[in-house]
């Protein structure tokens, strides 16, 4: 591991960050998706090369893995990723011999169905970066854990069923997932972005020099405890908020009436009479800042597990 903590940053960025269909109420599973169906055709000796064609077994492989993660209209339609995956930095296509190059532009491949890209394309490669922690076994694991943690942390156990193949069940505060370099700083840019920088408690958005910013990405459920890194599980802070949450001092808990939640406070441990405890004990009842997109609002779960451990701490 210690040999790609260089490498590990600049994928989990990519990973972490994949361009997604902003419309609808959730994000499409279609990208990870592939990423998945490839790592589970690597472990299976399937693929021995950074040459990935668009094979039947990739799509059945892949369509195993989308009917474990469909929702509302999704369709499994491979040739989206395969196609689009190019503008993430992770993957490119490369024409059959004797065909021209392949077009810049998605739009111009987007269209078209897995017959017409299997005439067109002969494979996909992935970047060196990507690629180096592919081809080994141990650090392939990590990846796989990356990508579930990130885009399909409640459904862990289904996909890793439906691959068929072995893994091992870790418990959760033995995962060398929590360690893994970058992961963390790919979890903050993510949050950091949905949130606009603005802390979901005061309001706070201060960027320093332009570009350092303020706020602190949270989770709600501690990673090591849920291996749960999707945006609905956390939350950007600015520091003192971030430090009240993690002391049980305040939670964004579930409220009806409003889909991201409301702060509450600890009245056990807080006294509004105290001048320097006001800036939290104001925060009763007041609405959660909200993210820029609905889709990524707090998820129920993570803000009931909140409020459940303020209610233990009071």
């Excluded at 094979?55 to 989206?80: A, G, H, M």
């Excluded at 395969?82 to 111009?108: I, M, N, S, T």
């Excluded at 409640?154 to 893994?167: R, V």
């Excluded at 808990?253 to 991201?260: K, L, N, S």
Aim: a neutral charge.
């Amino acid at each position: 591991m210690a040999l790609n903590d260089k490498v590990w940053p600049r994928v989990l960025e990519k990973l972490y960050g994949l361009r997604r269909d902003k419309r609808g109420t959730h994000e499409r599973p279609h990208k990870p998706l592939l990423l998945l169906a490839i790592i589970d055709l690597l472990d299976r000796g399937e693929i021995e090369s950074n040459a990935v064609p668009l094979s039947d077994d990739l799509v059945s492989t892949f369509k195993c893995f989308f009917d474990v993660v469909r929702k509302e209209d999704d369709r499994p339609t491979i040739q989206y990723p395969f196609v689009h995956l190019r503008g993430d930095g992770l993957w490119d296509l490369l024409p059959k011999r004797g065909q021209p190059a392949l077009p810049r532009e998605a739009a111009a491949l987007g269209g078209l169905g897995v017959e017409q890209l299997r005439r067109r394309v002969s494979h996909g490669a992935f970047s060196p970066d990507y690629w180096t922690l592919l081809s080994d076994p141990v650090t392939r694991e990590r990846l796989r854990e990356a990508t579930i943690a990130r885009y399909f942390p409640n459904s862990a156990a289904a996909l890793l069923e439906a691959s068929g193949q072995p893994h091992e069940v870790v418990p959760p505060n033995a995962s060398a997932l929590n360690e893994l370099p970058g992961r963390d700083a790919a979890f903050r840019a993510t949050i950091l972005d949905i949130y606009d920088y603005t802390c979901a408690a005061c309001g706070v958005r201060l960027l320093v020099n332009h570009q350092t910013p303020l706020v602190q990405a949270a989770h709600l459920i501690p990673f090591k405890i849920a291996q749960n890194d999707h945006p609905t599980n956390g939350m950007a802070l600015c520091p003192n908020h971030h430090w009240a949450m993690d002391k049980d001092l305040i939670a964004p808990c579930p409220d009806d009436g409003h889909q991201a939640g409301r702060w509450q406070v600890n009245e056990r441990r807080l006294d509004d009479r105290m001048e320097g405890q006001r800036q939290l004990t104001a925060l009763r009842g007041v609405r959660v800042f909200a993210p820029r997109v609905a889709k990524y609002v707090p998820a129920p779960e993570s803000l009931l597990w909140r409020e459940q451990r303020l209610a233990e701490s009071r």
